[in-house]
């Protein structure tokens, strides 16, 4: 099995997983009517000690959440210019939250503590969006 953790559509399972898949019980997962899904969520959660988890099926629903969560509209989240919330995302951050991105001239992705000091906006300088969130992929 090839794992590639560049794309969450890659990656392709196994037969064994897919036998796996096709037995597992299902449901409504908003009304947290799925027992897989449950299981999944109580286990991560155990395993980081959390109150709760929750399952999201690709990395952009992550990305796109995460950014929601930690950003306010017309704020600035810093990112490299190679970043998948930035090229590969469809506009995700601008649309859904709001927020621009700040990009970074990185080392095949990878963007150093020096490099993010140097993006982050002056807070007195309110013509600038205020520097919010770092994405590292």
């Known amino acids: 099995m090839e794992i590639n953790l560049v794309s969450d559509t890659v ?3 196994t037969q064994e997983m897919l036998q796996f ?11 947290k009517q799925d ?8 286990a991560v959660a155990h395993l980081f000690g959390m109150e709760a988890a929750l399952f999201f099926p690709s990395g952009t629903m992550a990305n796109q959440t995460a950014i929601k969560l930690h950003t306010q509209p017309g704020e600035q989240v810093i990112c490299d210019k190679y970043s998948h919330i930035y090229h590969y995302e469809g506009g995700g951050a601008s649309f859904h939250s709001g927020v ?3 990009l970074v ?3 095949r992705g990878m963007i150093t503590a020096e490099q993010v000091r140097a993006s982050i906006n002056d807070p007195e300088f309110y013509h600038a969006p205020k520097t919010a969130l770092v994405s590292i992929e």
């Open 100 to 102: 621009s991105c700040c």
């Open 11 to 13: 990656t392709k399972p």
């Open 21 to 31: 898949m096709f037995r597992a019980k299902v449901g409504d997962d908003v009304y």
């Open 105 to 107: 001239d990185g080392t």
């Open 35 to 42: 027992p897989s899904v449950n299981e999944l969520e109580e």
